[in-house]
């Protein structure tokens, strides 16, 4: 018994450093796909110097962040201060863990996967408000207030959305989602849905146009502007998990089909992550006023009309 327990203990170990190195080299990886992309339709080069056509440049940064001197700001309350970007990052990691890869290829082997989601995902802004209020400067502040309502407006809708997933497919497993589109994709019957819960998505990870917590103009990196070196890095490697999840989830939510298909999966989130590039360098940003006035105003009461249409359809193809 003891010699199983070890094992499975092992093993548990062992998928949990395979999933946080992967989810490393992703971000590497897009981090010069945004750049590369950014380079292009702004018509100038991108990273070109180190490695092949560049391609080394993600981990020169990564190692430049790395070894810099990490600076604590004197006034900061620095046990708060060093603990704020290790829950952000850990919580962009451990999200990963209910996402379905292959034949059981879930660190979590459980069925509540949305509920598993909207629980932890809840939990991400106590590190950005923690670091806002930490490091005492006022822009860091303001950036963590922001922030903070940013994250909890858009949640709300991308919840509403996510029922009316939840009640098309009957279930709260992501695997099983993905399965019962094999006909037809839910981004059809739901496709106001989407749009929704894509802006949503955009908000909810501080991708511009609403990047309001890390305006530079008035807010110099918002939350994270008295960080450096390590600290930096994990709020960066958070942040860009974060967005290559919320890909991920749109996919599964209204792009799903055979979790099997590897590849496919693969260039429907490539193609996601895309839009979330292409947006950012298209669109201006927008002012906070604005940003509230969408968040619930507009996507609250739409995302709350295409969950009762849904239902109310649902209900008269049962009947």
Do not use: H
Not at 50 to 79: C, H, R, S, Y
């Amino acid at each position: 018994m003891n010699n199983n327990l070890i094992m499975i203990i092992i093993e548990g170990i062992v998928k949990s450093l395979i999933m946080v190195v992967t989810i490393l080299v992703m971000v590497a990886i897009t981090t010069l796909y945004e750049r590369k992309i950014m380079g292009a339709i702004q018509k100038r080069r991108g990273p070109n110097v180190v490695g092949i056509l560049g391609l080394l440049q993600p981990f020169a940064d990564g190692l430049k962040l790395v070894l810099k001197e990490t600076i604590i700001p004197i006034v900061a309350n620095k046990v708060i201060y060093i603990i704020a970007p290790i829950i952000t990052f850990t919580i962009s990691l451990i999200l990963w863990s209910v996402i379905p890869v292959g034949v059981n290829g879930k660190l979590a082997n459980i069925n509540s996967d949305i509920l598993y989601i909207l629980a932890i995902s809840s939990i991400g802004v106590y590190g950005i408000i923690l670091a806002g209020w930490s490091s005492n400067s006022k822009y860091a502040f303001l950036g963590g207030l922001r922030s903070a309502a940013q994250m909890v407006s858009y949640e709300v809708a991308i919840g509403l959305i996510i029922l009316s997933v939840i009640s098309y497919s009957n279930s709260i497993n992501l695997q099983e989602i993905m399965e019962n589109q094999q006909k037809i994709w839910y981004i059809i019957p739901l496709l106001f849905g989407f749009v929704m819960c894509y802006i949503s998505s955009l908000a909810e990870t501080n991708r511009p146009p609403f990047d309001l917590p890390e305006a530079e103009a008035e807010l110099v990196s918002g939350y994270n502007v008295e960080y450096s070196s390590t600290g930096f890095a994990l709020f960066f490697l958070g942040e860009y998990a974060n967005i290559i999840f919320m890909s991920v989830l749109l996919v599964i939510f209204f792009f799903g089909g055979g979790i099997y298909n590897i590849i496919g999966f693969g260039i429907k989130v490539v193609s996601m992550l895309f839009t979330f590039i292409w947006v950012r360098a298209t669109l201006p940003r927008y002012r906070y006023d604005q940003l509230m006035y969408l968040g619930w105003k507009v996507l609250l009461p739409m995302s709350l009309m295409v969950y009762v249409i849904g239902i109310s359809i649902i209900v008269g193809i049962v009947k």
